[in-house]
């Protein structure tokens, strides 16, 4: 019951910034976890950084220092701020909740569609 809109992506030109966001919404759901994770051409889809519900982050070792994780609880929305770009950094980029209905008794995972992002000069 719960649909992701992710936006931000586009082409940035290294040592640039970018802000992705992602937007759940739906009826009647909770949020727990949230995050990010990219996935370049041929290669295996990886964790940017996640923030808990209580605010706790974590990112990778590829990113730290240079992307901060934030979210807005009464907007039910994630953002991945980007700084220092480099060309390594070009991947599609996924936002990922953790979410549940009322009744559930566990959450599920929800995944976006990703967007793209292109660090060329």
């Known amino acids: 019951q719960v649909q992701l809109v992710e936006s931000g992506g586009g082409l940035v030109q290294p040592g640039g910034s970018l802000r992705l966001s992602c937007a759940a919404s739906g009826s009647r759901f909770s949020i727990a976890g949230m995050g990010w994770y990219r996935q370049a051409p041929g290669k295996q889809r990886e964790l940017v950084a996640t923030?808990?519900?209580?605010?706790?982050?974590n990112y990778a070792d590829s990113v730290k220092g240079r992307a901060t994780i934030s979210r807005d609880n009464a907007k039910n929305t994630v953002y991945l701020q980007m700084n220092s770009l480099e060309p390594e950094d070009t991947a599609t980029y996924y936002c990922n909740v953790e979410s549940r209905a009322p009744g559930d008794w566990r959450y599920r995972e929800v995944w976006g569609q990703g967007t793209l992002v292109t660090v060329s000069s």
């Open positions: 923030i808990t519900s209580g605010g706790s982050t």
